[in-house]
Protein backbone atom coordinates (compact mmCIF):
# COMPACT_ATOMS: atom_id res chain seq x y z
CA UNK A 1 0.00 0.00 0.00
CA UNK A 2 1.22 3.57 -0.84
CA UNK A 3 -0.12 6.90 0.08
CA UNK A 4 1.34 9.33 -2.05
CA UNK A 5 0.80 13.25 -0.82
CA UNK A 6 1.67 15.75 -3.28
CA UNK A 7 0.87 20.21 -3.61
CA UNK A 8 2.45 21.32 -0.87
CA UNK A 9 4.88 24.79 -0.91
CA UNK A 10 5.43 27.87 -0.01
CA UNK A 11 2.19 30.61 -0.17
CA UNK A 12 1.59 34.26 1.24
CA UNK A 13 -1.36 34.44 3.57
CA UNK A 14 -4.67 34.56 2.07
CA UNK A 15 -3.52 32.13 -0.61
CA UNK A 16 -4.55 28.99 -1.75
CA UNK A 17 -3.29 25.44 -2.17
CA UNK A 18 -4.70 22.15 -2.96
CA UNK A 19 -3.32 19.13 -1.57
CA UNK A 20 -3.89 15.45 -3.39
CA UNK A 21 -2.86 12.22 -2.07
CA UNK A 22 -3.07 9.30 -4.34
CA UNK A 23 -3.62 5.83 -3.07
CA UNK A 24 -2.28 2.31 -4.48
CA UNK A 25 -2.74 -1.32 -3.46
CA UNK A 26 -5.71 -0.75 -1.38
CA UNK A 27 -9.85 -0.92 -1.61
CA UNK A 28 -9.75 2.70 -1.54
CA UNK A 29 -13.44 2.85 -1.28
CA UNK A 30 -13.14 0.59 1.97
CA UNK A 31 -11.37 3.36 3.65
CA UNK A 32 -11.64 6.66 5.90
CA UNK A 33 -9.52 9.07 4.32
CA UNK A 34 -8.03 11.79 6.64
CA UNK A 35 -5.77 14.69 6.27
CA UNK A 36 -3.49 15.43 9.47
CA UNK A 37 -0.82 17.87 9.91
CA UNK A 38 2.12 19.04 12.11
CA UNK A 39 3.93 22.01 12.46
CA UNK A 40 7.71 21.90 14.41
CA UNK A 41 7.22 21.31 18.02
CA UNK A 42 3.59 20.31 18.65
CA UNK A 43 1.85 17.18 18.21
CA UNK A 44 0.27 15.87 15.06
CA UNK A 45 -3.83 16.99 14.72
CA UNK A 46 -6.74 15.71 12.37
CA UNK A 47 -7.14 18.42 9.77
CA UNK A 48 -9.99 16.53 7.65
CA UNK A 49 -11.73 13.17 7.51
CA UNK A 50 -14.28 12.13 5.12
CA UNK A 51 -15.52 8.56 5.37
CA UNK A 52 -17.04 8.11 1.83
CA UNK A 53 -17.57 10.61 -1.45
CA UNK A 54 -20.74 12.36 -0.50
CA UNK A 55 -20.54 11.44 2.97
CA UNK A 56 -20.32 14.10 5.73
CA UNK A 57 -16.81 15.72 6.11
CA UNK A 58 -14.92 16.60 9.49
CA UNK A 59 -13.00 19.45 10.05
CA UNK A 60 -10.92 20.75 12.92
CA UNK A 61 -12.51 23.90 14.24
CA UNK A 62 -9.05 25.90 13.26
CA UNK A 63 -9.84 25.38 9.25
CA UNK A 64 -13.21 25.23 8.93
CA UNK A 65 -14.48 27.24 6.46
CA UNK A 66 -11.74 27.39 4.80
CA UNK A 67 -10.42 23.75 3.40
CA UNK A 68 -12.41 21.47 1.84
CA UNK A 69 -11.78 17.38 1.50
CA UNK A 70 -13.15 15.85 -1.45
CA UNK A 71 -12.40 12.17 -2.32
CA UNK A 72 -12.47 10.58 -5.91
CA UNK A 73 -13.23 6.69 -5.29
CA UNK A 74 -12.34 6.65 -9.60
CA UNK A 75 -9.24 7.54 -9.26
CA UNK A 76 -8.31 6.36 -5.69
CA UNK A 77 -7.29 10.29 -5.14
CA UNK A 78 -8.63 12.60 -1.44
CA UNK A 79 -7.61 15.99 -2.17
CA UNK A 80 -7.35 18.97 0.41
CA UNK A 81 -8.51 22.38 -1.15
CA UNK A 82 -7.00 25.14 1.42
CA UNK A 83 -8.54 28.35 1.21
CA UNK A 84 -7.56 31.53 3.62
CA UNK A 85 -4.57 30.20 4.18
CA UNK A 86 -2.54 31.62 7.16
CA UNK A 87 0.70 31.45 8.89
CA UNK A 88 -0.51 28.91 11.54
CA UNK A 89 -1.33 26.70 8.56
CA UNK A 90 2.78 25.86 7.89
CA UNK A 91 2.97 22.13 8.90
CA UNK A 92 3.40 19.13 7.42
CA UNK A 93 0.71 17.42 6.08
CA UNK A 94 0.13 13.45 5.96
CA UNK A 95 -2.65 11.70 4.35
CA UNK A 96 -3.66 8.73 5.96
CA UNK A 97 -6.39 5.58 5.67
CA UNK A 98 -8.12 3.81 8.11
CA UNK A 99 -10.35 0.94 7.71
CA UNK A 100 -14.10 1.73 8.64
CA UNK A 101 -13.87 -0.95 11.11
CA UNK A 102 -10.52 -0.12 12.53
CA UNK A 103 -9.77 2.27 15.34
CA UNK A 104 -6.16 3.24 14.24
CA UNK A 105 -5.12 3.94 10.85
CA UNK A 106 -3.67 1.64 9.20
CA UNK A 107 -1.68 3.53 6.23
CA UNK A 108 0.03 6.92 6.20
CA UNK A 109 1.22 8.73 3.57
CA UNK A 110 5.22 10.48 3.55
CA UNK A 111 4.27 14.13 3.97
CA UNK A 112 3.91 17.15 2.26
CA UNK A 113 5.68 20.55 3.51
CA UNK A 114 3.33 24.01 3.60
CA UNK A 115 5.07 26.95 4.38
CA UNK A 116 2.73 29.88 4.59
CA UNK A 117 4.53 33.23 5.01
CA UNK A 118 2.69 36.24 6.57
Known amino acids: VQLQASGGGLMEAGGSLRLTCAAS????????MSWFRQAPGKERESVAR????????YYADSVKGRFTISRDDAKNTVDLQMDSLKPEDTAIYYC????????????WGQGTQVTVSS
Open 25 to 32: GLTFRSYV
Open 96 to 107: AARRRDAYTYNY
Open 50 to 57: LSRSGGSP
